[in-house]
């Protein structure tokens, strides 16, 4: 077993006055040589846009781009014509492909909104464009690891073009549990959401990240009410 560790001050930083943004890898302003992605995970970003602001049009392509709002609502906005709200509960997928315009904005002027962005490398190039947004309420298990993302257009959750697997669970503290790898070749990036636990031992609190390799069953014994975020994604870019 192989582990990186990514302690949540240790992420780059941005404020922009209507974007606090925290990068765990690097991203705009933050480059670091070191941080530059975890296999075909290449964006982690943990945003927080103040009342009616966000991010004007831009492009991306060749990028399965997933967000996952913690609290408030993200309206969005694209070239494909998809008009949407998404909010705390729900996830939302991008396949950019050949080329796609958006933009996302707070839907409210009274409250912040807290999302996930994260960005992965494709298994395939310049595919058409799509978008999904689902919710995944109806999905939680309370003390267990739930699906919400997959390489399998049947599966819970949403699909992406890379063999990729994420999960999310809610755990009182003193829980034990076992993650069990898709794909024994892929990593595992661990994020926390909120709490406090022990991953192979290493202790995380809220907002830290650890990448671990060349362990198909990961342990996890959660000290304190945690939420938490699991990656599985392929190492070979």
């Not at 070239?79 to 950019?96: C, L, N, R």
């Amino acid at each position: 077993m192989k582990t990186i560790l990514h302690k949540a001050g240790s992420r780059g930083y941005a404020n922009h006055g209507w974007l606090e943004s925290h990068h765990t890898f690097s991203f705009a302003g933050y480059q670091n040589p070191e941080r530059m992605n975890f296999g075909v995970l290449r964006v982690l970003n943990d945003d927080k846009v103040i009342g009616g602001k966000g991010f004007g049009t831009h492009p991306h392509n060749n990028m399965e781009i997933i967000s996952i709002p913690l609290l408030g609502d993200l309206e969005h906005k694209d070239s494909m014509g998809t008009h949407g709200v998404i909010k705390e509960g729900d996830i939302q997928v991008m396949s950019a492909g050949t080329g796609v315009y958006h933009s996302e904005y707070n839907k409210n002027q009274d409250q912040k909104v807290e999302f996930l962005q994260i960005w992965l490398f494709p298994n395939k190039q310049n595919v058409l464009p799509r978008y999904d947004q689902q919710s995944i309420k109806g999905l939680e298990k309370q003390n267990e690891f739930y699906q919400i993302l997959s390489p399998n257009q049947n599966d819970d959750g949403v699909w992406v073009h890379q063999d990729a697997y994420f999960n999310m669970g809610k755990f009182e503290g003193g829980i034990e549990a076992v993650y069990q790898l898709n794909n024994k070749s892929n990593g595992l990036y661990v994020f926390v959401l909120y709490g406090e636990l022990y991953v192979e031992g290493q202790e995380l609190i809220s907002r830290d990240g650890m990448g671990i390799i060349e362990k198909e069953e990961v342990c996890f014994k959660f000290k304190t009410n945690t939420y938490v975020l699991l990656m599985e994604v392929p190492m070979l870019v």
